[in-house]
């Protein structure tokens, strides 16, 4: 869903900058209009992730499958960051190669310590080991002037297994990332937004917001209504895919430290970012939000249109029959 919502996102924004004076936002070299464009296209696990476990749709088909979209959507343009703006030496080599390695081995020795030590010691060796890795790789990461945030996802991808046999561990660096992590990183961005360039600068966020907005429904929506979605559930799941904050804000953050974009461009992108987070979750909830079973009615609707049964059928079945 998500690959069609970037294309029609890219062309008009590419048009606009191409076409504009050489004073306005979007002027300037291409590497200003691809950060706007990957910050401007990414959706937000982190407010979608909060949604579906507040709302408890954590558990149903469509939930799943709204999670799973956003979090391919937002590796696709972590990709694209991290590929478009590396420096192709020595040190990326390095980190590609440290990387893999680590893939490769990080489900094995994370079963480890846990099976080892996860049960023994009050100090959590797991979550530090976990950290280490992160912080490592970040490291290296932003060595080879690629993005930090690349091996994380790739390793969440790598352990997902282990973390589903052990819930503790995940509610533990949950409450830390959430906790911790998530409010200083928004500081910090936050601390670069120039109050004077918002103000002056709300009818272009105007324009962007609509433009996200629009693109991402046309992307999304067509697509939903294929895969045997109601108007409702449709417009619902569209919504949710239009929102935007941390890894918009990641990419935005990444221009102005590198020098891509200045502040002015900074301050639009990020509020824009911040505005899709709100506005697309508030109508999506008002207006268009399914209930449990409702969401569970698309999975069962779906898997018995594409012929396949999950663990869910085969108990629905079995109920029925009794």
Sequence with gaps: MQACSSVFFHLPFHL????SSPNSFSAGLCTRRQIAGIALSTTSVAVVYA????GGFGDTAMGKMILAACFITDFGTVLALGTLFANYNLWLLLFVIATLIVLWFMPRWTQAIITRLGATQVSEPEVKFIFFVLFFLGGLATTAKSEAVLPAYLLGLVVAGVFLRDKTLVRRMRSIAFAIFTPFYFIKAGLYVSLPALWSGLVVISVFL???MVTKIAGVFPLARLHYMKIKEASYTTLLMAT????GTISSLYGLQNGIIDQNQYTILVSVVILSAFVPTLIAQKFFQPTVEMMHAWGHLYRKRIRVLSVEDVGDNSDAKK
Excluded: A, W
């Design 244 to 247: 935007g904050l941390t890894f």
């Design 51 to 54: 949604v579906m476990i507040e």
């Design 16 to 19: 606009l900058s191409c076409g």
């Design 210 to 212: 609509g433009l996200k």
